[in-house]
């Protein structure tokens, strides 16, 4: 049982603060688990919006202000690139801290982020809170039960026509964003592949960088046994669906739906569109209990299972030793990237992008 | 080299504009959108990127300061293209920009153009089409600033703009997948086609030739061809045949009695009358009305389930453009702007298939099809939804 409210503090108003966290931490407050204390952005226009939802909390000028004495947790949502410093900066000073996706904008940052955690009191958890949504969390079930058999291949697509209210271009720029879609939505995805599958064997990897960033990427991933294929977009609209084809049946799953999965069996007339429920045992006997989170309650659960990690009552479910292992293979894409193929290019074209490419190595 | 600002950047024709014209050393594209979330698409380049708000002229001159040539390639509603105008003319003339060329469209002459109709055809914007209307009054409101600016302007009328990310090549495919495709007089009507690419060249042509200046040029392609034409390549790279597509025609339905009552029921003034009442009076006379226009069938859970066939609805839009029988000239656009496609059709579709199959569209190889397509001699395959989300699945 938690005893006082945790005191959060919030590094970044940007897009996913307001979207997201914001609703998140007020629900969290109303239930009496959290209070937020600090706010800081260099904006002024973001602390002010998040202010006017947070009206008790302090707004800092720098998080050195971010101490024990005010915050316990600090939840760290600021640009990818300030995510290393301002992380291990806060663990130093004895926070716990969760870190928003990506967790970093290379490995060797993730790398001394682990260093600095393993020195500090504090947790620190990292942002992929897709492995929180019920229908992740089943299928890894179905997987691990062998509910489709030996797993014989993969398909995901996902992306569509970028709309995410971006604050500044310095998101779509190369020296400072450091990657595309890979690094923006394909960590969510490659987390829940190795979250799903174990670490894969090799992955081949392409994308359209020509001297910016990777808007459009495909990955063929080899793992044990089976292949799989991985396309993602800012410019296109994809299926945005998972498919797993395994030796007894198939499994689809459309992204972020939170509480929903379609199972099918091989020679089988019939498919299964199953929506998730908490399963009980009722006089001996299971039933469904309540609906499973939805996405918004999937969402505030990553933080709540943050605090209760924070009281020793629970183990993280992403720690920074899981955060790291996407942002690996991201690693491992963009040093063995080659250009995609865009067959509606003239052959000069496609010559001039061949070296625009090789300038993004 | 020359400096041109592309506005609408982010678009079909924008984005491809941008590839083209920066890969292609063609000229110093600038991109300018509306909105920074816009700049996603473009940022596989390392460009001098901006944004700026077409209906802002303070925002769209300092966007276009140092360019020579300013493109307005902003798609939108009525209000847009007609808002924008000028804006972005005195935001030119501001800046001290040489040349506007304006992105009109074929359709000022309508979907089915009479025989004979070319850029000296008197325009109507009485037409049944509203975006006809819209864009015969964009033309002449920028003609007008025009007369009284110094910014030099080209017109472009663009036939149907086809290629990678075209709504034309999307939109027949989703329908494809949805079963919701349809043929107008069985795709034989002409189809005043232009690949994206030729049009781009007749960009860059109208921005460098000196006597383009308070011109109008229909631009197409070099070949004649039919909605067929341009649809066989797409139904064949899905492994459908053309003829197994319905043919449908479009005919005008007025709302039916059910939606009629419903209509009147919802207004303002019935809401208003009927509050008059005791609430018990009226959810009674609503319920007897509900069962009057939704009879209930005591037969329905011994009923067997049919196959759901939905009819695609077909548009006053897509039914002229399918009967058009005559091919727009761009015989102006040859003689004065040296304009000659530079992508012929039967590439232009491979280049369109090509990047279906790039956006994620269950497009079969072209060994695939070889193959599929003898077997479909043998055996014609059915037009089925099932079967492409099988290839998905």
Known sequence: MIATPVRVGLVGCGAVSQLYYAPALKE??????????????????????????????????????????????????????????????????????????????????????????????????????????????????????????????????????????????????????????????????????????????????????????????????????????????????????????????????????????????????????????????????????????????????????????????????????????SLRWIEHCYHHRTLMAMPWFSPAEANRAQQLSLSCE | MLKIAMLGANGFIGSRAVEMMHLGDMAEVRPIVRHLSSLARLSRFDLDCRVADGFDQTAISTAVQGCDVVVHAIAGDRKTILGTLAPVYAAAQQAGVRRLIYLSSASVHGQAPAPGTDETSPLSDRQAIAYNNTKVQAERAIRQLRQRGDVELVILRPGIVLGPRSYWVTSFAEALLQQQAYLVNRGQGICNSVYVDNLIHAIYLAATNAQADQQTFIIGDREQVTWADVYRPIVTAFDIDLEQIPEMTYTYTSPSLEERIESVLASKASLGFLSLFPNHWRQAARSAMSTLLHPASTTEEWRMPESIQTTPAVTLEMALLQQCQYKLPHTKAEQLLGYCPIVPFAEASRRSIAWLKFAGFPVISSHENQLRSVQNNLSKPVYSSKRLEEKLI
Request: hydrophobic share 45%.
């Open chain 1, 28 to 325: 969290l407050e109303r239930l009496g688990l959290i209070r937020v204390s600090a706010l800081f952005d260099p904006n002024a226009a973001s602390v002010t919006q998040l202010q006017q939802i947070f009206s008790q909390a302090n707004i800092v000028r720098d998080i050195s202000a971010f101490s024990r004495d005010a915050v316990d947790l600090a939840i760290v949502a600021s640009p990818p690139k300030f995510h290393a410093v301002q992380t291990i900066q806060l663990l130093n000073a004895g926070l716990s801290v969760l870190c928003e996706k990506p967790m970093a904008n290379t490995v060797a940052e993730a790398e001394a982020m682990i260093a600095a955690v393993d020195q500090a009191e504090g947790v620190l958890a990292i942002g992929l809170f897709r492995r929180f949504l019920p229908a992740t969390q089943a299928i890894r079930q179905v997987l691990s039960l062998g509910v489709l058999g030996e797993v014989q291949s993969f398909e995901c697509y996902e992306g569509d026509f970028f709309r995410w209210p971006v604050q500044s271009p310095n998101y779509f720029k190369r020296s400072t964003a450091q990657g595309g879609v890979l690094l923006d939505i394909g960590v969510h995805l490659l987390d829940l592949l190795l979250w799903w599958f174990g670490n894969p064997i090799d992955i081949q990897y392409e994308d359209d960088a020509m001297g910016g960033v990777d808007v459009n990427c495909i990955l063929q991933c080899q793992f044990a046994g089976f292949t799989g294929t991985v396309r993602l977009s800012r410019d296109c609209s994809l299926s945005n669906r998972y498919v797993i084809r395994g030796s007894k049946g198939w499994l689809n799953w459309t992204v972020n739906g939170a509480d929903n999965v379609q199972i099918g069996f091989t020679n089988s007339h019939f498919a299964l569109d199953t929506k998730i429920y908490y399963g009980v045992q009722q006089s001996g006997l299971p039933i469904l209990a309540q609906p499973a989170f939805n996405f918004e309650q999937s969402f505030i659960s990553q933080i709540g299972n943050v605090i209760a990690a924070m009281h020793g009552q629970e183990s993280l479910l992403v720690p920074a030793s899981e955060g790291i292992r």
